[in-house]
Each structure stands twice: as structure tokens, then as C-alpha cells.
């Protein structure tokens, strides 16, 4: 089998492992274990705390003393082994511990499985940004058909999603074992420093100028990354109390909806290689910036009747703000390091993408949209006023006792129906996303130089 079938075999079984249960966990949480939602939040973050140190951890040694295929298949055996354990976890809180330890040994294997498709196709004469792309498309693609089998088989709102990953990622682990061997470069030098042996050297990347921004950006943008992950389909689900959308195919079928944006990701993953050829990588970089931008504001207008088209749009524009922050922003680093600390150095940025800036992300979203665009509502009056109807519509009613609440004779609720202000939240975001784009363009100075993409292509 050719090298580019063997490393897209591993990129679609990369993501295929995330996507069986990343969009549908909410669903298990909430439906199945009826777990409180204020420590949901902390599920997501799991993601960004294991970020902060494990791909920088796990690159070190790929650089250093581990093959990295042999490290990734490693990483990949013990996630299964945990995604096996989760089914049995009885408490919102041993199941945050759990999910940590999972993602302490998944997110690393994203860097790595970058590296090990460089070094991979260098070793074969292979044109990186010609043939990196379309291996990279099967991920998403991977992402899309776990998705679909989590939904389609009735496991959903089961422990069944975690069996699915979990058999996936024992299978990718066995398979790394047979790729091209990626031996670490071990190029100290006999009066090495302690920094130098330990493979910290990525670190210092921070003192120089353009990289510390780079970094700094990537860390700004990453907060933005999962935002859509974490409430997308739960923004979408939320109509059903709108009266006037409560019958909409797109609530019954939120999760398919929210997929659209993976199979955008397929398009524009086999589109960077004009893009980069053409407009650079720091341009490509700020088109991501401002398709976030473009994200956030269809969502914000967008309703599941006459909107219908924007919230479609605003999942094929994910695609492009995805992915071209994340694969230019890996080429960047690529390009722009020494090969003796690549594998660190793509761990640092994904330390910082997936780590701090998911981080800050999901606390500082999840504080601002409790404290800002949350609303309280305790009467009939005021709640119909908001969702767009009549104090006496039955499904109004209806939802108004789903909460547990009682409506005396003048329209008062026993207790307050809290409600988030979506339009609101979203408006924030493409406003939070749009500053990040301006400064991205006047301070992050890199001229398009087409012998630096021939150069990384070779």
C-alpha cells in the first residue's frame, strides 16, 4: 500500500475517534445521566487542560527518545482503554477526572499524527503541501461517518458512543505500529544544556518576535475553536421552545444540521493548497479569521424557518475558519523551526490553541453568557413577549410546566424560566473574532514568500 493510503487510513481513524462522541455527548450528560449542566463546561475543558501540556510533552519525547508512530499508537491504545472505563463512571465528578485522562491521551496525538505525516511523506519525496491536504480531508471525513453511526444506530444518548470511539481508537493504535518509522532526532550536542536535553528548546520560540505573536494570535483564535462545538447544537435545540419553530426538521435533527460544517471542512481542506500557493500563509491565516467572523453573525440571524440559509451558510463558512487557521498555522510552524524541535514546536501550538486558548474560551464564554445573555423570566407576559408568541399558546404552557413551574391565575411563575439571548451571544463572539482579525493584520507582519511553500513542499 502507498504511503499517502496508509496516512489517510490513520487520519480518518484520528478523528473518526473524537467525532463518535464530541457532538453528542451533551446528549449522554443531560438525557441519559441527568447531570447537572453547570459542570458541563468543565467536560470541554478537559480538552483544553490537557493541552497545556501534553502535546508539548509527548513532542519532546518525539523529538528526542520515542519513535513518534510508535509514542502515537501507544497514546492511542490507552485512550481506548479509558473510553472502555467510561460507561461504568457513576458521578459527574469522577466522570471530569475520567474524561481528563482520556483527553491527556488523545489531544497530544493530533500534533503527532502532523508530524508523522510530514516526516512521512519528506521521507518519500512527497509534495507536503500538494499531498498533505487531501490525506488530512479523511479526518474530517473520519469525523463526519462516526457522527453518522452515533446517530443513526440509536447510541446518541448512550454509553454506546464511547464503545465506538473506543474500538476505533484500539484499532488505529494497533495500525500505528506499521507505519514508516519516524526515529526522533536526538541532534544534542555533547555539551548540551539541561534545557537542550530535556527537549525544552521549543520554549525558547517564545523570544522570538514573530513566533511569540503567532503563538499569542493562536491562543486568541483558539478560544473561538470549540465554541461552536460546545453550543451549536444546543443553540439549535433551543428553538423547539419558540412556538413558531417548535415543529422545524432542523430541531429534530440538530446534530445532522451541525454536521454540514464537517463535510464544509472536506472542500476547503483540499482548497488550501491553491489558497497558500496563491495568497500565503500569514493571508490564509487572516481569512480564517474573518470566516469566524462570518460564522458567529449568520448563527446570530439566523431561526430554523426563514433563517434557514444563514445557519446553513454559517456551517459551510466553518469549514474554511477551521481548517485554515489549523493547517496554515501547522505549515507555519513547520516552515519556520528547526527540524530537531518540530515535533515540540507543533505541540506548543497546539498547546496553545487547544490548551490556553480553549481555556479561556470556555470559561470566559461560559462566564459572560451566565452573567450577560442569560435572562429571567417570571411571568407568562414577558416569557411570550421573548419567545415571539401569545401568553396563552399551548406549547408555551406546555414548556412553562416541562420546567417544573406552576402559573398562578395572573400569569406568575412559581419559579423564574431562565433563558439564554442567543442573538446576543453570538453577536459577541463575531465581534470577539473580528477584533482578533484586525490586530492579526496589522501586527502579524510575514511577507508571502512562494519559495518558502515550494521549500516545505519538498
Not at 97 to 105: D, E, N, Q, R, S
Request: net charge neutral.
Amino acid at each position: 500500500m502507498g504511503i499517502k493510503n496508509r496516512l489517510t487510513i490513520m487520519s480518518f481513524l484520528q478523528f473518526f475517534v473524537w467525532g463518535a462522541w464530541l457532538i453528542t455527548i451533551a446528549n449522554y450528560w443531560f438525557g441519559t445521566k441527568n447531570w447537572d449542566g453547570t459542570q458541563f463546561g468543565l467536560v470541554f475543558s478537559t480538552m483544553g487542560i490537557a493541552s497545556l501540556f501534553m502535546p508539548t510533552l509527548t513532542g519532546i519525547l518525539a523529538d528526542r527518545w520515542v519513535n513518534a508512530e510508535k509514542l502515537y499508537g501507544v497514546l492511542h491504545i490507552l485512550y481506548a482503554g479509558v473510553l472502555f472505563y467510561i460507561p461504568t463512571v457513576t458521578t459527574p465528578e469522577n466522570f471530569i477526572y475520567i474524561m481528563l485522562l482520556a483527553m491527556c491521551f488523545y489531544m497530544p496525538t493530533i500534533a503527532l499524527s502532523n508530524s508523522i505525516s510530514y516526516t512521512s511523506l519528506k521521507l518519500s519525496n512527497k509534495d507536503v503541501v500538494k499531498d498533505f491536504p487531501p490525506i488530512r480531508v479523511w479526518g474530517t471525513i473520519g469525523f463526519i461517518v462516526a457522527m453518522w453511526i452515533t446517530n443513526l444506530s440509536g447510541s446518541k444518548s448512550t454509553e454506546f458512543q464511547f464503545y465506538i470511539a473506543g474500538i476505533g481508537a484500539l484499532i488505529l493504535g494497533i495500525y500505528s505500529f506499521t507505519l514508516p518509522k519516524c526515529k526522533p532526532q536526538r541532534l544534542t550536542k555533547e555539551n548540551a544544556t539541561l534545557t537542550e536535553t530535556l527537549g525544552l528548546e521549543a520554549f525558547k520560540l517564545f523570544g522570538n518576535y514573530k513566533m511569540a505573536l503567532f503563538f499569542v494570535f493562536s491562543m486568541f483564535l483558539g478560544g473561538a475553536l470549540q465554541l461552536t462545538n460546545a453550543y451549536g447544537d444546543v443553540f439549535l435545540d433551543e428553538f423547539k421552545h419558540f412556538p413558531k419553530y417548535a415543529d422545524s426538521f432542523v430541531i429534530e435533527y440538530s446534530t445532522i444540521i451541525m454536521s454540514i460544517s464537517q463535510v464544509s471542512e472536506t472542500l476547503f481542506i483540499l482548497a488550501i493548497p491553491f489558497f497558500l500557493k496563491r495568497f500565503g500563509i500569514k493571508h490564509v491565516m487572516l481569512i480564517s479569521m474573518l470566516a469566524w467572523v462570518l460564522r458567529f453573525g449568520l448563527f446570530a440571524y439566523g431561526d430554523p424557518v426563514g433563517g434557514l440559509w444563514m445557519i446553513v451558510l454559517s456551517c459551510i463558512v466553518y469549514g474554511m475558519a477551521f481548517d485554515f487557521f489549523n493547517i496554515s498555522g501547522s505549515l507555519f510552524v513547520e516552515t519556520n523551526t528547526d527540524s530537531k524541535i518540530r515535533s515540540s514546536a507543533q505541540g506548543l501550538f497546539m498547546m496553545m490553541t487547544n490548551g490556553v486558548g480553549a481555556i479561556l474560551g470556555s470559561f470566559t464564554s461560559g462566564w459572560a453568557i451566565d452573567r450577560f445573555f442569560t435572562k429571567s423570566f417570571s411571568n407568562t407576559t414577558e416569557l411570550a413577549r421573548f419567545l415571539e408568541t401569545e401568553s396563552t399558546n399551548s406549547k408555551m404552557v406546555a414548556f412553562i410546566k416541562s420546567q417544573g413551574n406552576t402559573i398562578s391565575a395572573d400569569g406568575i411563575f412559581s419559579k423564574e424560566i431562565l433563558m439564554k439571548d442567543w442573538h446576543t451571544i453570538w453577536l459577541s463572539f463575531a465581534a470577539y473574532a473580528l477584533v482578533i482579525a484586525i490586530a492579526f493584520a496589522i501586527l502579524f507582519k510575514h511577507e508571502h514568500d512562494p519559495k518558502e511553500i515550494e521549500n516545505l513542499s519538498h
